[in-house]
């Protein structure tokens, strides 16, 4: 897959493929969650992997909050059974 197919497919495909078709749609008048990265996916996908900031449902969670989720979320993760 190229990286614009990479990055449809992780955003708008995966709205269509969880039966959610108005998701991940870019029109006036709807909501967004917005993700700011430090470069550019279309020639580097791993900087989607340590977003700069990110507005989610109208509230800015900026990098040291992002890592302390991302923290929080593998201790957890550690916690479930294995299997």
């Known amino acids: 897959m190229t990286r614009p197919q990479v ?5 708008r495909g995966a709205a269509l493929k969880a ?3 108005d998701h ?3 029109e006036g008048g709807g909501s967004a969650d917005l993700v700011f990265l430090t ?20 509230q800015f969670i900026g990098q040291d909050e992002l890592l ?6 593998a201790l957890y993760a550690q916690s479930l059974p294995k299997g």
């Open 7 to 11: 990055l449809y497919a992780a955003r």
């Open 19 to 21: 039966d959610a078709p």
């Open 24 to 26: 991940a749609l870019v």
């Open 39 to 58: 470069g550019n996916p279309l020639t580097d996908l791993a900087v989607r992997e340590t977003p700069a900031a990110v507005i989610s449902a109208v």
């Open 68 to 73: 302390a989720l991302r923290e929080g979320a």
